[in-house]
């Protein structure tokens, strides 16, 4: 049975045109699953998530880990960086749990998060741009280029490195308010799919249906983000999981889905699911 399986076929572009993709922000974290981890990324599977999006931190000897930079002391009781440590002083450590006690669940290598995932949804990696050479070196090691997703700031010294080091690999720029960008990186030698756009009010040139359906004509994605990581980042002008979460979905990610964006990226993917799915009837 097992050979009959049809293989995950990916197309970025043309898959997130057709239906509304759900990326799981970290993957799903609660109880004794801390984000970030293998677990977490096989919930937000199992909930319907169309994406995985992850971080990135290096040791100091170059090892790459699936980790937030900077969030050691929240979620690792450690004062100390992975920057700072040598892969076998991070692979010593264990995640928290929400309680703050420990997990169970040690840091994961990128190399045994692209293995986990290979050929079963898309990757957002993010800090890419920390560690675009060997991201992209273990990304081609794994044969897994077209299910990789990462972003940058617009920056042409950035433009120069992708297209040096990654022109394979579906490319999005994160845009504040307002997009000079994307038109010109179609012309560039890069798989540019996307912007990413960041925005705090609702009439902000990249939220408008003209900017979304131009993309769209011009066959790029927009991805808004309904995840609230910090309450002083609006992100997508207050439209977000804190709000559909308590039964006001119509005003978060009801919005986000009538405006037309592509990928949502989101902390509750099974709830986002089940609305687009009541949506749909």
Known sequence: MQGRVKKMEFNL?????????????????GGNIPCNT????????Y???DMIELDVAASKDGQLFVFHPGMEPAHLGSARLIRDMTAQEVGELGF????????????????QALEHLKGRCYINIDKFWENVEPITRAV??????GQILVKTAPNEAIFDQMERLAPEL????VIKERDGYSMRLRDRPLNYVGAEVLFEREDAPVASGAYIEEMHRNGLLVWANAIVYDRRAVLAAGHNDDISAIGRADEGWGWLLDKGFDIIQTDWPLALRLYMQKRAK
């Open 13 to 29: 572009r043309e898959q997130a045109l057709q239906k509304t993709m759900i990326a799981a922000h970290r993957g799903i974290s």
């Open 38 to 45: 293998l677990d977490a990324f096989d919930a937000a599977l």
């Open 47 to 49: 909930q319907g998530a």
């Open 96 to 111: 928290l749990n929400q309680d703050n006690v420990p997990s169970g669940h040690k840091i994961n290598t990128l190399d």
């Open 140 to 145: 081609r090691r794994h044969g897994m280029t």
């Open 170 to 173: 579906n490319y999005m720029l």
